[in-house]
């Protein structure tokens, strides 16, 4: 089944509210520091971890920072740029010349090309560059539109010397760190180094999720996808940087990237827009989530549907609906198939492989997976099953980490003592979780020696027996 992520904010913070969306569909939340404090943050993890507690089943927690935010200096005022203008760009945070707009990003005066794009305000407003010095640009006008303060700017054909991380995402990554929190969104990542960074600085103590949404990172992709934890078409910000009819086909590519390397992803941005104020959604909307399941992503996110809109819980149960509509369409099953992966040659995926056709094969209830590193629930997702999987580990962490992929019901549970134990637990948590009734069989995986982190080897099937249950 694929996750959902519900970003949390006004309309949802209490924890009453928190245990709806929960008990909708939401099983990841996502806390955006662009407009969270840190006494914040820490009161919706513990609301969280509360509700965790109260429903008895992992919850994952994600904080998304908020990453280099390129603006425009102070105006004297509102303008409006006609198309066809010549446009200076002064450096500073305003001009001394009122016809000039200020940039107060020297970086962006150091990378800027004569030819490339400058875009304002969401793309609302889009300029050429035509020259280019060390404090000074002059641009034409393409498309026309108003400017005003401090408006956000974007540069989709240049690769900007910054850092992902500014000292605002610095001090807001040390203290979810000190939180019991699960991932870390990393925005506007540009090139694999910017994951580096951040993966050095969480030395594992979280999961790191970098958010596509800048046209260099595209062209990385392979190498982003190796050092992230997991990815995210976050389709805003490319739906700026990009041609508006290219990001679908860039939706695919990445989603069918993190497949093969067998790391979730999400796809995120205006699923059920119209839901912020409206109890339905669109049918364009209802398609565009579907499509997503379709696809293959491990989760669909909302965010001002959830963070402030007036039917928080309503969006997440009508995207609820959606996905188990499409997962038990005929049609999602065979392009599950189509699209699976040849095994690489390493004993965990050709278990995993093998564990797929034998489930498939013998009608399984379920797939079992004991896994402490979280690698074999996650080789186990990426096949895609027609049946639940259950990722039995005995870390809470990686259980609430798990969280965020395909079709993973995460549970707590000590190692497995020997061969029988692994067999006999599996088959009474997977009665006990309704995975699994008397008589059924279920399809389980582990690694021998036992608890050794990465080493699946095991492919067992067993019976649910009165003594299991």
């Known amino acids: 089944m694929i996750k959902i992520v519900a970003t949390l904010g006004p309309a949802s913070s209490t924890h009453d509210q928190l245990r709806a969306l929960s008990v909708a569909g939401a099983d990841v939340f996502r806390i955006n520091m662009s407009h969270t404090s840190h006494p914040n943050l820490k009161a919706l993890v513990e609301t969280v971890r509360a509700v965790e507690s109260e429903l008895g089943r992992p919850i994952s927690i994600l904080v998304d920072l908020q990453g280099p935010k390129l603006r425009l200096g102070r105006l004297g005022g509102d303008r409006q740029l006609p198309a066809g203008a010549q446009i200076t760009f002064v450096l500073g945070?305003?001009?001394s010349d009122a016809q000039a707009v200020p940039i107060p990003h020297p970086e962006i005066f150091a990378a800027l090309k004569p030819g490339s794009n400058l875009l304002i305000d969401d793309g609302k407003v889009r300029l050429v560059a035509r020259e280019v010095g060390p404090?000074?640009?002059?641009?034409?006008?393409?498309?026309?539109?108003?400017?005003?303060?401090?408006?956000?700017?974007?540069?989709?054909?240049?690769?900007?010397?910054?850092?992902?991380?500014?000292p605002k995402?610095?001090?807001?990554?040390?203290?979810?760190?000190?939180l019991p929190i699960d991932w870390l969104g990393l925005s506007f990542v540009q090139r694999a180094d910017d994951v580096a960074e951040i993966r050095k600085m969480t030395a594992g103590r979280a999961g790191v999720l970098s958010k596509i949404e800048k046209p260099a990172a595209l062209q990385s992709l392979d190498a982003i996808l190796e050092l992230s934890d997991a990815v995210m078409v976050a389709r805003g910000d490319l739906g700026v940087e990009l041609p508006l009819e290219a990001v679908?086909?860039?939706?695919k590519q990445i989603i069918q990237a993190a497949r093969h390397a067998g790391k979730p992803v999400v796809v995120a941005t205006q699923m059920l827009e119209s839901m912020i104020s409206s109890p339905i959604p669109t049918r364009a909307e209802v398609s565009?989530?579907?499509?997503a399941v379709y696809e293959g992503a491990d989760a669909v996110m909302l965010s001002a549907e959830t963070a402030a809109g007036a039917y928080p819980t309503e969006a997440v149960a009508v995207m609820d609906r959606i996905a188990r509509a499409v997962e038990s369409d005929s049609m999602y099953r065979s392009i599950m198939e189509a699209q699976r992966q040849e095994p690489e040659a390493t004993m965990p995926d050709a278990i995993l492989a093998a564990v797929h056709d034998v489930t498939h094969t013998i009608k399984a209830a379920a797939i079992v997976c004991w896994t402490k590193s979280g690698s074999t629930g996650l080789r186990a997702a990426r096949e895609r099953p027609e049946v639940p999987i259950l990722a039995l580990?005995?870390?809470?962490?990686?259980?609430?980490?798990?969280?965020?992929?395909?079709?993973?019901?995460?549970?707590?549970?000590e190692d497995a003592h020997n061969l029988d134990d692994v067999s006999e637990r599996a088959c009474q948590i997977a009665y006990a979780q309704g995975f699994a009734k008397m008589g059924d069989r279920v399809v389980i995986t582990a690694g021998l020696p036992l608890g050794t982190p990465g080493a699946t080897n095991l492919l067992r099937v067993a019976y649910v027996t009165r003594k299991s249950a």
């Open 169 to 178: 995402d610095r001090a807001d990554l040390d203290y979810a760190l000190s």
């Open 288 to 291: 565009d989530v579907a499509n």
């Open 393 to 413: 580990t005995p870390s809470k962490t990686m259980a609430r980490r798990l969280t965020l992929a395909w079709g993973l019901h995460c549970v707590e549970t």
């Open 93 to 95: 945070e305003t001009a």
């Open 248 to 251: 679908p086909g860039r939706q």
């Open 135 to 166: 404090d000074r640009i002059t641009a034409e006008v393409v498309q026309a539109g108003m400017v005003k303060n401090h408006k956000g700017v974007n540069l989709p054909d240049t690769l900007l010397p910054i850092p992902a991380l500014t």
